[in-house]
């Protein structure tokens, strides 16, 4: 999925070098400039971070 298409409340997927699949739930969208700041629940607790408006992501279907 598109970054500028991420809405609160999807699941974003990561898999690990040790092939263990994390998901994040994203808090928060917002559009700065160029880029798109991503809030989400993670198991360390809320963490922002910033990805080019052109960037996609794995989610959860």
Sequence with gaps: MQINQLLPGHKILETT?????????????RAIGRRYEVTMRTPAGVESVLYPANAYVQTAA
């Design 17 to 29: 070098e040790k092939g263990e699949v994390l998901r994040f739930e994203v808090v928060n969208v």
